[in-house]
T-cell receptor
Framework: GAVVSQHPSWVICKSGTSVKIECRSL??????MFWYRQFPKQSLMLMAT?????????EQGVEKDKFLINHASLTLSTLTVTSAHPEDSSFYIC??????????FGSGTRLTVV | GENVEQHPSTLSVQEGDSAVIKCTYS??????FPWYKQELGKGPQLIID?????GEKKDQRIAVTLNKTAKHFSLHITETQPEDSAVYFC????????????FGTGTSLTVIP
């Protein structure tokens, strides 16, 4: 089946540094990828939608200059958290739209900013 | 836009009993309703889905029912096992909104051995 590989699974960084999270579709082409943020015991919050070769569409309230999304190829999308602060600590999950209208999710990245 | 509500937020059942989680949606144009299971520290995994042209779908111990008129759908897990313990999310989407998923708030299911 369609698999999305997400890396790293966890990362700890210092305040002010940037962190890049990668999501790769392993056996299919992902023209559309979604990035979510999830706080403990809460649902997934859509941050942005990225389409291959075009600029990402950000949800209201999400800072596009802080959360940089790149979808330069049909198999790779990246989320870079720039100038990270402790309040950016969260669980970030990507997902890709697959044929038939379903989603497949990455395994998530636990970001801790200290 | 679409609004998906999910109940209950927590559910505890004895092993072997059934568990039912219910979701309602607001947009009558929604036509795809997946259910995801999320274990601690992991991404959501699709466990079953249903489309608006079907009223019920079953896969072994898991079943989903859809009532389009009432705009609600439910997840049924029979003969629950401890490994069924996880957080379950429902979602709704339609092509008119670019297949964007609208998630429910999640149900934390605990199966007591």
């Amino acid at each position: 089946g369609a698999v999305v590989s997400q890396h790293p699974s966890w990362v700890i960084c210092k305040s002010g540094t940037s962190v890049k999270i990668e999501c790769r579709s392993l056996d299919f082409q992902a023209t559309t990828m979604f990035w979510y943020r999830q706080f403990p015991k809460q649902s997934l919050m859509l941050m942005a939608t990225s389409n291959e070769g075009s600029k990402a569409t950000y949800e209201q309230g999400v800072e596009k200059d802080k959360f940089l999304i790149n979808h330069a190829s049909l198999t790779l999308s990246t989320l870079t958290v720039t100038s990270a602060h402790p309040e950016d600590s969260s669980f970030y999950i990507c997902s890709a739209l697959i044929l038939g209208g379903g989603y497949t999710f990455g395994s998530g990245t636990r970001l801790t900013v200290v | 836009g679409e609004n998906v509500e999910q109940h209950p937020s927590t559910l505890s059942v004895q092993e072997g009993d059934s568990a039912v989680i219910k979701c309602t949606y607001s947009d009558s144009a929604s036509n795809y309703f997946p259910w995801y299971k999320q274990e601690l520290g992991k991404g959501p995994q699709l466990i079953i889905d249903i489309r608006s042209n079907v009223g019920e779908k079953k896969d072994q111990r898991i079943a989903v029912t859809l009532n389009k008129t009432a705009k609600h759908f439910s997840l049924h897990i029979t003969e629950t096992q401890p490994e069924d313990s996880a957080v379950y999310f429902c979602a709704a989407s339609n092509k008119n909104t670019g297949n964007q998923f609208y998630f429910g708030t999640g149900t934390s299911l605990t199966v007591i051995p």
